[in-house]
């Protein structure tokens, strides 16, 4: 077998000499443009995941990387003058020039050509002569380029602006440095890569950047390995005090934008891409260099073990990209954290540096717990002492997810919420014993706050005709009852959220065809224009002045009942493609008139509601929002920003952040929490109280959440679904005795904690 590699990195030259160890018999040959000794960066970072895999795969290699590893278990934060450490990770670095030696050393010593100064030949060439051709070839490949109809590439240029140093200042542990300058918040991420030197990497947002003049600098042309002196210059200024004297040292160093690569595929024909020609990660996360290592091994396996190239490259993706695609994930979250890391600059510090230790979401309040018990309980006395401060009571170590919340004059006993659940078991809009069942046993299962599904405010505001409503007194009567149980039965509060299905209405239950239109008994349905959520659904009737006022009394109405049963809380659901959501999107709201347009003419419908409702509910008010519509030219998370504010200014006390499902276009970033960065981006710029929603499941979560200020209460939906006590038992999981159980379960309550001693 003849295989080449294009580019001399660490993907490529670890693919070869496991490829040419596996079998000695291939012919292996690596091109690299530069010369042996030519490198860019100064250090490289492994997890000791990474370094377990490399010495399974390698243990030669690995033998001699370990001998120049500098380890540490630290990380420093020193934001605008205060300083936190916290311990118990496991890191490793190497000097990136070291790096490429041994792993060029080695792939000579195997009998792999390896080709310094020497361009690789034309792809086709490369593809004719060869049974495997390795795109090593980085961030801007050209084979990656010359093959985008196959590999289907996105690359998209971020807006935060870095640049790359090394520094003689011994730093001992990875350190984070924030400061203050008057232009703005600049930030360097530091970690040493032997015993003298240590990568110093700035960073700032591309306003502040402009805002310094840097923009000129970067517009300054450089020779090829020239540094940017005037950057380096400005940069030594603004972190003299941290740098003691020492000096930043460049290496072709000047500003950047980082380039996230993602590829639909990663192979075409014979030809597979490695490294930073498939994907890129954030540095803030870790370092490129482990993801092409680890790319290395599963390609080299993956040919070893299947029978043809074409089944080796299947498999490889099969194994790489969801592996990938996960930590691109979080990747992306510390990105877009960095990138508006100047909104977080007026928290205390004890959540600053809290947040940023959870940013990619992949390090958790629990997992920290794990790492260093002793930060985690600073943490845990600050948030008792903040929440005392606020006239709540709460014991130190109390879990962040159990400490008390108030909501004007509402108490509530943890930040658990059970979020709206659609159940589709109402008969003529009226609840029924399902209801009480439904939210009886999760209110008496722990959770602070229990919501009702979306209670229409009249007959045709219904989504299906399964759906409950609040439109006469008979159905406020039965809503009553609920009420009555969940008050008396447990320390829960009840929301009744209000809602209108608008073009979204008229439509099957969930299970018999969501989203699908009736066959029959179908109901006239509004909008704010006439364009259909689907092109199976029906048209809705533009909405008159009349249609509005009708709407807007109806709200009011219905909360009056609500009242008058005794709800605690009142949400209006301008979320999820329903009647407001509708107006408040551009994809749907076409109108002309003071309704439509701007953002302020399309949020004039859902503040009327608001200003109508809360001039006679005199309780805490939360609205439900889409904060994007995940759609080229839809709402957007800037919008809901705005909108936030709007919403505050009307009386609104706290923002349900939800996304999406305004449009059959929307192409949501799925994953674990990823709506809760729209909840922690409106509170942090607004102020307001914000809930999360979505893909919330643990312990884990919810604690870290709310330990980080990245919202106020945590709404879980599908959990409660199938764990109706997930409250209790998660005061259970963290044998935590402050939270009350109902006297009827305390009995099993102590059988499942002894159970539990070892």
């Given at each position: 077998m003849k295989i080449a590699s294009v580019g001399g990195g660490p993907g490529g030259l670890f693919s070869a000499i496991l490829l040419k160890k596996s079998d000695p018999t291939r012919e292996i040959t690596v091109y690299e443009r530069n010369a042996a000794d030519d490198t860019f960066g100064f250090g490289v970072v492994f997890s000791q995941e990474t370094l377990d895999n490399i010495a399974d795969a390698d243990p030669e290699s690995f033998g001699r990387i370990e001998a120049g590893f500098r380890h540490w278990s630290a990380i420093d934060t020193d934001f605008l003058g205060v300083r936190e450490r916290s311990d118990g990770h496991a890191f490793a670095a190497l000097e990136r020039k070291r790096l490429l030696a041994i792993l060029g050393e080695r792939a000579l010593e195997l009998g792999v050509d390896v080709r310094y100064r020497t361009p690789a030949p034309a792809l086709a060439d490369l593809q004719r002569d060869n049974d495997l051709v390795i795109a090593s070839d980085g961030v801007n490949s050209p084979i990656r380029t010359a093959l985008a109809e196959h590999l289907h590439p996105s690359v998209d240029r971020r807006s935060a602006k870095y640049v790359w140093f090394g520094t003689t200042r011994p730093f001992d542990c990875f350190t984070f440095l924030f400061v203050e300058t008057e232009f703005g918040l600049f930030w360097a991420h530091i970690y040493p890569f032997d015993s003298r030197r240590a990568t110093f990497i700035v960073e700032t947002d591309e306003q502040t950047w402009r805002r310094a003049g840097l923009d000129a600098y970067a517009t300054v042309a450089r020779k090829p390995g020239e540094n940017d002196e005037a950057t380096m210059a400005f940069c030594e200024r603004i972190f003299a005090e941290h740098l003691d004297g020492h000096a930043l040292i460049g290496n072709n160093s000047g500003w950047l934008s980082f380039t996230v690569i993602r590829n639909r595929s990663w192979?075409?024909?014979?030809?597979?891409?490695?490294?930073?020609?498939?994907?890129?990660?954030?540095?803030?996360?870790?370092?490129?260099t482990k993801l092409a290592l680890e790319d290395a091994i599963s390609l080299a396996a993956s040919v070893h073990r299947e029978p043809s190239i074409e089944a080796a490259l299947k498999a490889y993706e099969d194994d790489r990209q969801p592996v990938v695609a996960s930590l691109q994930r979080s990747a992306q979250t510390s990105l877009e954290w960095f990138e508006g890391a100047a909104r977080y600059?007026?928290?205390?510090?004890?959540?600053?540096?809290?947040?940023?230790?959870?940013?990619?979401?992949?390090?958790?309040?629990?997992?920290?717990?794990?790492?260093?018990?002793?930060?985690?309980?600073?943490?845990?006395?600050?948030?008792?002492?903040?929440?005392?401060?606020?006239?709540?009571?709460?014991?130190?170590?109390?879990?962040?997810?159990?400490?008390?919340?108030?909501?004007?004059?509402?108490?509530?006993?943890?930040?658990?919420?059970?979020?709206?659940?659609?159940?589709?078991?109402?008969?003529?809009?009226?609840?029924?014993?399902?209801?009480?069942?439904?939210?009886?046993?999760?209110a008496v299962g722990g959770a602070g706050l229990v919501m009702t599904e979306m209670t229409c405010t009249s007959p045709d505001a219904r989504i299906t005709p399964g759906c409950p409503g609040i439109w006469n007194d008979e159905q406020a009567a039965a809503w009553g009852r609920v009420v009555e149980f969940v008050h008396a039965n447990s320390e829960a509060k009840i929301g009744l959220q209000l809602g209108h299905a608008g073009r979204k209405g008229s439509t099957k239950v969930m299970w018999e065809g969501i989203d699908d239109p009736l066959d029959d008994g179908n109901w006239e349905i509004l909008g704010p224009s006439p364009i259909p959520y689907r092109s199976d659904s029906a048209v809705p009737r533009e909405m008159t002045q009349d249609d509005i006022d009708a709407v807007i009394t109806d709200h009011v109405a219905a909360a009056q009942r609500a009242a008058a049963v005794g709800f605690d809380l009142l949400e209006l659901h301008f979320a999820h493609g329903y009647l407001v959501s509708s107006f408040m999107s551009p994809l749907s709201n076409h109108r002309t008139d003071g309704y439509g347009g701007d953002l302020a003419g399309r949020a004039r419908f859902g503040l009327e509601i608001l200003d109508a409702v809360r001039a006679g509910w005199t309780g805490p008010i939360s609205v439900r929002i889409s904060a994007t519509d995940w759609v080229d030219g839809g709402f957007t998370g800037d919008d809901a920003v705005a909108l936030a504010r709007m919403l505050a200014e009307h009386g609104a006390d706290i923002v349900d952040v939800s996304t999406g499902q305004t449009s059959t276009d929307a192409e949501p970033a799925y994953g674990r929490l990823y709506q809760t960065p729209f909840a922690d981006r409106i509170r942090q710029e607004t102020g307001i109280p914000t809930m999360t929603v979505g893909a919330i499941a643990s312990v884990e979560d919810a604690n870290t959440i709310i330990a980080s200020g990245r919202a106020d209460l945590c709404c879980l939906a599908r959990p409660h679904l199938v764990d109706p006590y997930w409250t209790l038992n998660a005061a259970l999981d963290q044998d935590y005795r402050g939270h009350p159980a109902p006297k009827q379960y305390r009995a099993g309550m102590g059988a499942r904690r002894r159970a539990q001693q070892p």
């Amino acid at each position: 077998m003849k295989i080449a590699s294009v580019g001399g990195g660490p993907g490529g030259l670890f693919s070869a000499i496991l490829l040419k160890k596996s079998d000695p018999t291939r012919e292996i040959t690596v091109y690299e443009r530069n010369a042996a000794d030519d490198t860019f960066g100064f250090g490289v970072v492994f997890s000791q995941e990474t370094l377990d895999n490399i010495a399974d795969a390698d243990p030669e290699s690995f033998g001699r990387i370990e001998a120049g590893f500098r380890h540490w278990s630290a990380i420093d934060t020193d934001f605008l003058g205060v300083r936190e450490r916290s311990d118990g990770h496991a890191f490793a670095a190497l000097e990136r020039k070291r790096l490429l030696a041994i792993l060029g050393e080695r792939a000579l010593e195997l009998g792999v050509d390896v080709r310094y100064r020497t361009p690789a030949p034309a792809l086709a060439d490369l593809q004719r002569d060869n049974d495997l051709v390795i795109a090593s070839d980085g961030v801007n490949s050209p084979i990656r380029t010359a093959l985008a109809e196959h590999l289907h590439p996105s690359v998209d240029r971020r807006s935060a602006k870095y640049v790359w140093f090394g520094t003689t200042r011994p730093f001992d542990c990875f350190t984070f440095l924030f400061v203050e300058t008057e232009f703005g918040l600049f930030w360097a991420h530091i970690y040493p890569f032997d015993s003298r030197r240590a990568t110093f990497i700035v960073e700032t947002d591309e306003q502040t950047w402009r805002r310094a003049g840097l923009d000129a600098y970067a517009t300054v042309a450089r020779k090829p390995g020239e540094n940017d002196e005037a950057t380096m210059a400005f940069c030594e200024r603004i972190f003299a005090e941290h740098l003691d004297g020492h000096a930043l040292i460049g290496n072709n160093s000047g500003w950047l934008s980082f380039t996230v690569i993602r590829n639909r595929s990663w192979s075409a024909d014979n030809v597979a891409l490695v490294g930073d020609a498939a994907h890129t990660a954030h540095f803030s996360i870790g370092s490129g260099t482990k993801l092409a290592l680890e790319d290395a091994i599963s390609l080299a396996a993956s040919v070893h073990r299947e029978p043809s190239i074409e089944a080796a490259l299947k498999a490889y993706e099969d194994d790489r990209q969801p592996v990938v695609a996960s930590l691109q994930r979080s990747a992306q979250t510390s990105l877009e954290w960095f990138e508006g890391a100047a909104r977080y600059r007026d928290l205390p510090p004890e959540q600053f540096v809290f947040q940023l230790l959870t940013r990619s979401q992949r390090v958790t309040y629990d997992n920290l717990k794990l790492r260093d018990v002793s930060y985690v309980d600073r943490l845990d006395r600050w948030l008792a002492d903040r929440t005392r401060a606020l006239g709540l009571s709460v014991v130190d170590g109390t879990p962040p997810m159990f400490h008390p919340y108030t909501l004007r004059g509402v108490e509530l006993a943890n930040r658990i919420v059970v979020s709206p659940m659609a159940q589709y078991s109402a008969v003529d809009g009226m609840p029924t014993d399902w209801h009480l069942v439904h939210l009886g046993g999760r209110a008496v299962g722990g959770a602070g706050l229990v919501m009702t599904e979306m209670t229409c405010t009249s007959p045709d505001a219904r989504i299906t005709p399964g759906c409950p409503g609040i439109w006469n007194d008979e159905q406020a009567a039965a809503w009553g009852r609920v009420v009555e149980f969940v008050h008396a039965n447990s320390e829960a509060k009840i929301g009744l959220q209000l809602g209108h299905a608008g073009r979204k209405g008229s439509t099957k239950v969930m299970w018999e065809g969501i989203d699908d239109p009736l066959d029959d008994g179908n109901w006239e349905i509004l909008g704010p224009s006439p364009i259909p959520y689907r092109s199976d659904s029906a048209v809705p009737r533009e909405m008159t002045q009349d249609d509005i006022d009708a709407v807007i009394t109806d709200h009011v109405a219905a909360a009056q009942r609500a009242a008058a049963v005794g709800f605690d809380l009142l949400e209006l659901h301008f979320a999820h493609g329903y009647l407001v959501s509708s107006f408040m999107s551009p994809l749907s709201n076409h109108r002309t008139d003071g309704y439509g347009g701007d953002l302020a003419g399309r949020a004039r419908f859902g503040l009327e509601i608001l200003d109508a409702v809360r001039a006679g509910w005199t309780g805490p008010i939360s609205v439900r929002i889409s904060a994007t519509d995940w759609v080229d030219g839809g709402f957007t998370g800037d919008d809901a920003v705005a909108l936030a504010r709007m919403l505050a200014e009307h009386g609104a006390d706290i923002v349900d952040v939800s996304t999406g499902q305004t449009s059959t276009d929307a192409e949501p970033a799925y994953g674990r929490l990823y709506q809760t960065p729209f909840a922690d981006r409106i509170r942090q710029e607004t102020g307001i109280p914000t809930m999360t929603v979505g893909a919330i499941a643990s312990v884990e979560d919810a604690n870290t959440i709310i330990a980080s200020g990245r919202a106020d209460l945590c709404c879980l939906a599908r959990p409660h679904l199938v764990d109706p006590y997930w409250t209790l038992n998660a005061a259970l999981d963290q044998d935590y005795r402050g939270h009350p159980a109902p006297k009827q379960y305390r009995a099993g309550m102590g059988a499942r904690r002894r159970a539990q001693q070892p």
